[in-house]
């Protein structure tokens, strides 16, 4: 580990490019400044996505190993970024302000790596998946009995196995678009891991990995890749650019599936 002191407080970071791929930028203080910024954006996004996180679940979320979040946090925390919450649950909120300095940093990092354009087609090209992954999610929770659709109980075992070989096919086509957007922004590996294991989990019968809330499911990962992606564009749900500091995270189904 490298010491890293921006102003302060020291964040380590490991040595040479981070932990997923990003390359430092440059020797002395242009370095110290790029690493801390990558932790910065990694951290102060995995918290918009994920909400309020302990420690853990923000190195989980953004593939930070568990010392470097920690002292980032720490760090976010002394310039008003985030706030740590006590009591019952114990973790970290982000606040306006943290939340307005990941988005200059996200816009930033665009702009660093030449991969807007890029990015854009990626995010054109992903309606068209996400479509797939709502309309199976629907699948999945409701089936029709007597011409009415109805909740799922899950006592029709074709029906479950034929939203499950839909599952197998969508993550086959999301791989190979997902590996293009890794190449363009490598901080997007971590959504790559986080489908997968989804996915093992489902195929070794543990269905709650479908589309259960809370846990890491597939459905829950592939909301915070898209909420992901419609951030690092400035984009809303509706694909209109907003203002800085005006996005608002929004829920990809009704409901919460199951």
Not at 10 to 32: I, Q
Not at 40 to 53: D, E, K, P, S
Not at 233 to 243: D, F, H, N, W, Y
Request: proline content about 5%.
């Amino acid at each position: 580990m490298t010491a890293v002191t921006v102003d302060s407080p020291t964040v380590p970071v490991a040595d040479g490019a981070d932990a997923n791929g990003e390359a430092p930028g440059g020797p002395g203080a242009a370095r110290a400044e790029h690493l801390v910024a990558v932790v910065a954006r990694r951290m102060l996004h995995a918290l918009r996505v994920g909400g309020f996180l302990d420690t853990g679940g923000v190195a989980h979320r953004s593939g930070l190993p568990d010392d470097v979040a920690a002292a980032g946090l720490s760090y976010a925390e002394e310039r008003g970024w985030v706030v740590r919450r006590s009591g019952r649950l114990v973790g970290w909120n982000l606040t306006a302000v943290g939340r307005a300095e990941g988005e200059r940093l996200l816009a930033a990092e665009l702009d660093e790596r030449g991969a807007r354009t890029a990015v854009e087609d990626l995010h054109e090209r992903f309606g068209a998946l996400n479509v797939e992954l709502l309309d199976l999610c629907t699948h999945w929770q409701l089936r029709e009995v007597d011409g009415e659709a109805r909740p799922n109980d899950h006592g029709d075992p074709g029906h479950d196995a034929a939203a499950l070989d839909r599952l197998e096919r969508l993550h086959a086509a999301t791989v190979p678009w997902l590996d293009e957007l890794v190449a363009a922004l490598p901080r997007f590996r971590t959504y790559s891991e986080r489908l997968a294991e989804a996915v093992r989990r489902v195929r070794e019968g543990h269905t709650e990995w479908f589309t259960r809330p809370v846990i890491d499911s597939y459905h829950t990962v592939w909301f915070e890749l898209h909420e992901d992606l419609l951030a690092t564009l400035g984009l809303e749900r509706s694909g209109k650019p907003v203002a800085t500091g005006e996005r608002r995270a929004t829920t990809e189904i009704e409901g919460a599936p199951t």
